[in-house]
């Protein structure tokens, strides 16, 4: 296993377009979370899925995001009618049921632009 | 709510000195506290984590933590700061628990090692 993969590693989108990214955790990780990193901040929570199902989202999360995970594998986070405040890197890691407490692997990233 | 603080968003260290980073949290439950490192446009590492066994914890990379309940610390030390420990460190905390599972992260704290 080669930990967690994320796709694409940047994306520069123009204002208004959709995108989507892809997470691929540790096949044997349980838990899944997403979270996005403006630049000079630490990661903030979006969400997170055990399993397929999504369990907790963040006030974060507007109506323009959407995640999922089918079948409770890979998962996608897509952004609708993006905007200039959707700029930053979405972090995607994954866990055993033990959470936090044992630690997440995250992947590299996603850098998201929007021009 | 759970939050952290990490004095000093950069610091600068010789090569060979001691690595001092801090960071107090907030919490009205006994938590869960992690170091994580960010190597430039790559995700977060795990360093060490406090996961109320022994206060002092050693981590990868000759880092150690120790937390101190009557200062609600947890600050990062290393005895000897080497090049590749150049990075941003952020810490962070969750509720204790099994299963917890949303980590709080503080902004982050740039290391310069000089050499």
Not at chain 1, 24 to 45: A, C, K, V
Request: with cysteine; hydrophobic share 30%; aromatic share 12%.
């Amino acid at each position: 296993d080669t930990g967690v993969s994320q796709n694409p590693r940047h994306k520069i989108t123009k204002r208004g377009q959709n995108v989507t990214f892809r997470c691929d955790p540790i096949s044997e990780h349980n838990r899944l979370y997403w979270y996005r990193q403006t630049l000079g901040q630490g990661p903030e929570f979006l969400t997170y899925f055990q399993n397929e199902a999504q369990l907790e989202k963040s006030r974060l999360l507007s109506d323009r995001f959407s995640a999922e995970r089918p079948k409770g594998s890979f998962s996608t986070l897509e952004i609708q009618r993006t905007e200039q405040g959707d700029s930053a890197m979405y972090l995607c890691a994954s866990s055993s049921l033990g959470g936090a407490d044992y630690g997440y692997t995250f992947g590299s990233g996603t850098r998201l632009t929007v021009v | 709510a759970q939050s952290v603080t990490q004095l000093g968003s950069h610091v600068s260290v010789s090569e060979g000195a001691l690595v001092l980073l801090r960071c107090n949290y907030s919490s009205s439950v006994p938590p869960y506290l992690f170091w994580y490192v960010q190597y430039p446009n790559q995700g977060l590492q795990l360093l060490l984590k406090y996961t109320s066994a022994a206060t002092l914890v050693k981590g990868i990379n000759g880092f150690e933590a120790e937390f101190k309940k009557s200062e609600t610390s947890f600050h990062l030390t290393k005895p000897s700061a080497h090049m590749s420990d150049a990075a941003e460190y952020f810490c962070a905390v969750s509720p204790s628990g099994a299963g917890s599972y949303q980590l709080t992260f503080g902004k982050g704290t740039k290391l310069s090692v000089i050499p």
